[in-house]
């Protein structure tokens, strides 16, 4: 019976009225991909297409028992773990993970729409870091939140672009050496307006991609691609495989993107059914 159902995917993350990031985000990624997600609400986010106004957490124990309880009923085949809303919320997480250590971990943790803020900020960063990032079969990270990271075990340095390019290596070795397997570091500058995004592991880079610039903002690129990556290998893909796939998917869903309201442009996660159809 398992081999007639779609690949089951639990993921933990936001409820975005907009649904373009968050758990709204990884279920269409999830379906396009032919896989079956399972949401665990971790907060709720308010906001439009233009911004996202604020982040409400939802209680520790109400996390807990969404997941647990799917958990028992259906073979889950991978995680992917996305905004956890608070230190409380990531040690659920890292301990229901944690419980099933053969099944795949995606982990993009940072939104770079909700700049994280309040005093419990920099606590969030070091719980994902020394709790959630140990346990990941891959991390995604922009290149910019890798730098905002590392400031949490480094003096913060200012250097010219290969040092910079230095130090995004030397950041990756750093977190794979505490247990994270595969790190894609996304958003790094190319030439002529292309957009790097570079896989790393222990043994450095496993595949570096680039991809022109797409014209306009947009909102939910980084949610798609990790739900992408998680979806693949719930359906059997290796890591480097499955990361340059959903890279094309991403990129595609990007070009056709829609203007749904007056802000930023939403990707089209089943352009492929329209252009069928």
Not at 229 to 254: D, K, S
Request: charged share 20%.
């Amino acid at each position: 019976m398992q081999n007639q159902i779609s690949p089951l995917i639990l993921s933990f993350g936001a409820s975005d009225p907009v649904a373009a990031t968050g758990i709204h985000a990884d279920l269409a990624s999830f379906a396009a991909m032919g896989c079956h997600g399972l949401p665990v609400i971790t907060a709720i986010l308010t906001g439009d297409t233009s911004q996202i106004d604020d982040l409400h957490p939802l209680d520790g124990d109400l996390v807990d028992e969404q997941a647990r309880t799917v958990l028992e009923d259906m073979p889950v085949l991978a995680f992917k773990v996305g905004q956890a809303g608070s230190v409380e919320n990531v040690t659920v997480i890292a301990e229901i993970v944690s419980d099933y250590p053969e099944l795949p971990l995606v982990l993009d943790p940072f939104n770079a729409a909700l700049t994280e803020q309040g005093p419990e900020a920099e606590d969030l960063v070091l719980a994902i870091r020394e709790l959630l990032i140990p346990q990941a079969s891959l991390l995604m990270i922009s290149a910019v939140e890798l730098s905002r990271l590392a400031e949490t075990w480094k003096e913060n340095t200012e250097g010219d672009a290969v040092a910079e390019t230095e130090d995004q290596a030397a950041d990756t070795m750093t977190l794979i050496e505490s247990g994270c397997e595969y790190i894609l570091v996304t958003g790094t500058a190319g030439e002529t307006g292309e957009v790097v995004n570079t896989l790393y592991n222990e043994s450095g880079v496993v595949r570096r991609d680039s991809w022109q610039r797409l014209p306009g903002s947009h909102a939910g690129a980084g949610s798609t691609l990790s739900a992408a990556i998680a979806a693949l290998l719930a359906n059997g893909l290796e890591i480097p495989e499955a990361v340059l796939e959903a890279q094309e998917f991403t990129h595609a869903a990007l070009s056709h993107a829609q203007r749904l309201g007056m802000g930023r442009l939403i990707p089209d996660r089943y352009f492929w059914a329209r252009e069928a159809s």
